[in-house]
């Protein structure tokens, strides 16, 4: 097992929340397997893969078994501000409904926002980050939160780490 | 087959006891398993003729399976460009659904360019190819592509133990007359397709994994060229303008396989 538990922990609470839509929850899965590649060698033949290659997670959630749960932390709040931005942030009014979906978006929101927790590893990157060389290594900032990029199995992967000093 | 001896015995105790007939079951089929000596001296001797080349380049197209949580599976395509030179040169130049990727070694570093995200990691691993092979699946968890190229025939190689080898028979891939093989082993049922003739080569394999009930499968059709033109700079990585130079992570079951 590659992944820390507390991301599984936030994503087990999100599929929980968000089960008015499960191909959402679903979608944020990891692969359960994949096909051998080697005759003489079994390695590297877990869910370690990232078949999504879109670029916006919601337009193709079924086929994404992306890990990151970051990433989506990012569709969830969207969803909340623009479905239901007043009753939670106070400042756009209007809030009016019950909207037992848009309640578990915001729940979850809050869930997977405290879920990038450092040493924690992401296939891919929230939108709008930026390469940051600080002291000969380079980063991603993405809003609050750094990722040092790593190889890990073959692949491109993303640590959560404190900020650079 | 350790499963079906296992079985009957149960069955025969069963029988013995309850005098009931229990209703026959696909692995107690007669038969069902056997290994051809023709097909595992076949494996043997594209192993020991794959040992014999100097210098080769291979390209394949391919498709390998991902499965979902759900069991519902998803195809990816990829191409290979491999160039290789023995005892300890390698430039593999992966691109497909999973991304490019670069693996380039050059007897003393080994390169993985990531292209799609403009990393690359570097890794001291004086030594041969084959040296290489087990060093970056301990360390880190890294295999290199078509790794069973410079693994079938090798002398300190342990195959895994076959339980079904069969000759299928005679047939093309693209064009070139071939043997078809299939071949039964712990976790994975694996069919290639063998050049007839004086250059045994693997022109395309199958490999179909049994350790999940979606049993995803990987095929690779690969075509050859003995007598590559290359020069000593292909193996050797340049970064690119605007990449980065990041870290290998390290194999957190290192020691444990």
């Known amino acids: 097992m590659k992944f820390s538990i507390r991301p599984w922990l936030a994503l087990i609470a999100a599929s929980v929340l968000l089960a008015p839509t499960p191909s959402m929850a679903a979608g944020n899965v990891p692969a359960r397997s994949q096909s051998r590649q080697s005759v003489n060698r079994n390695t590297n033949a877990g869910g370690n893969t990232n078949v999504n290659r879109n670029a916006n997670v919601n337009r193709n959630t079924n086929v994404n078994t992306n890990t990151n749960v970051n990433r989506n932390t990012n569709v969830n709040v969207d969803r909340n501000v623009n479905v239901h931005g007043g009753y939670y942030g106070g400042s756009y009014g209007g809030g009016c409904c019950y909207h037992p979906v848009a309640t578990a978006a915001a729940v979850t929101a809050t869930a997977v926002a405290t879920a990038a927790v450092v040493g924690s590893r992401v296939q891919t990157l929230p939108p709008s980050c930026t390469v940051v060389v600080a002291g000969g290594v380079s980063y991603q900032q993405c809003g609050s939160t750094w990722y040092q990029p790593q190889i890990a199995s073959g692949s491109t992967t993303y640590v959560v780490v404190n900020p650079p000093q | 087959m350790k499963h079906m001896l296992r079985f009957t015995g149960a069955l025969l105790l069963i029988t013995a006891g309850l005098s009931t007939q229990l209703p026959a079951q696909e692995d107690s089929v007669p038969g069902a398993a056997k290994v051809e000596p023709g097909a595992t001296q076949a494996l043997d001797r594209m192993g020991a003729y794959l040992r014999t080349l100097k ?203």
């Open chain 2, 55 to 257: 210098a080769f380049q291979v390209q394949t197209r391919g498709t390998s399976e991902i499965v979902m949580p759900d069991g519902q599976k998803v195809q990816l395509s990829q191409t290979t460009n491999l160039l290789a030179r023995m005892p300890d040169k390698l430039m593999a130049d992966i691109n497909g659904d999973r991304g490019s990727k670069l693996y380039l070694f050059d007897g003393q570093t080994f390169t993985l360019f990531a292209r799609d995200a403009g990393y690359y990691a570097t890794a001291a691993v004086p030594g041969t190819l084959r040296q290489l092979v087990d060093i970056l699946a301990d360390k880190y968890d890294i295999e290199i592509p078509l790794v069973d190229l410079f693994l079938w025939g090798a002398p300190n190689n342990t195959p895994p133990k076959l339980t079904s080898a069969i000759d299928i028979g005679p047939t093309e891939v693209d064009g070139v007359s071939c043997e078809h093989y299939a071949f039964r082993q712990e976790g994975l049922d694996w069919q290639v397709w063998i050049q007839q003739g004086d250059y045994p080569l693997p022109r395309k394999l199958v490999l179909t994994t049994l350790t999940d009930d979606a049993r995803p499968q990987h095929t690779s059709i690969l075509t050859w060229n003995l007598a590559p033109s290359y020069n000593e700079a292909a193996f050797t990585f340049t970064p690119p303008p605007d990449t980065h130079k990041i870290d290998f992570a390290p194999n957190a079951q290192s020691g444990k396989h």
